[in-house]
């Protein structure tokens, strides 16, 4: 067996597509999903993509992918890696290729100067944060994620500025 892990390209999307979908089906979401190769085409690979990707294969075989950007921490004036999606399929756990991918965005981070490496998780997702606890990342509790999306996002942006 042989993992190895390499920066995704245009022509990963629908391989990206497909572990997006099959996360959100873990995740009991899938109905949320309206992501389409095209889409992760241009918001990946774009242009203007502040995002970027990894592929973990096994034996030549996509069975695995993180998705990243870089953040910026104002406390201590250096960016951070926030990893937006980590997600090996079913049939490829256990063979370390998510811990793989968790190094490997270790390794990015710190060959930017990046003063810290950050994600979240459902509180409900045991086997994740078994393996985060394993590598010694710590839960931040005293943060409350907050979120704007859909009506809500369009309603505030619309707002006049004013009293």
Known sequence: MSLSIRPATRGDAATLLGFI????????AEHEVAATVETIEQSIFGPRSVTQALICEKDGQAIGMAIW???YSTWQARNGLYLEDLYVTPSARGFGAGKALLQRLAQIALENGCGRFEWSVLDWNEPAIKVYDAIGAEPQNEWIRYRLAGDALTALAEKRAGP
């Open 69 to 71: 950007f870089f953040n």
């Open 21 to 28: 979908r099959e996360l959100a089906i873990y995740e009991k």
